[in-house]
């Protein structure tokens, strides 16, 4: 299946929490794009240690994710 998810909050854990879900679902076998809008296209913006954001993104990215903007 293919999934799209719209991320465009400028939280840091729902952005984080979007890059998890996203990983979570291509473990399962699904083709996932995650189209950055607004202030989310800074992704990585609140990365820390509460909030792994970029290791997230680039797991997404190695798992042949999809990030769009």
Do not use: C, H
């Not at 729902?14 to 809008?37: H, Y």
């Amino acid at each position: 299946m293919q999934i799209l998810i719209i991320l465009s909050s400028a939280d840091p854990e729902i952005r984080w929490n979007t890059f998890r879900f996203g990983n979570f679902l291509l473990e399962k076998g699904e083709e996932v794009t995650i189209f950055l809008n607004g202030p989310a296209a800074d992704y990585a913006a609140g990365d820390g240690p509460s909030f792994p954001i970029r290791d997230e993104a680039r797991l997404f990215s190695l798992s042949e994710g999809v990030l769009a903007a």
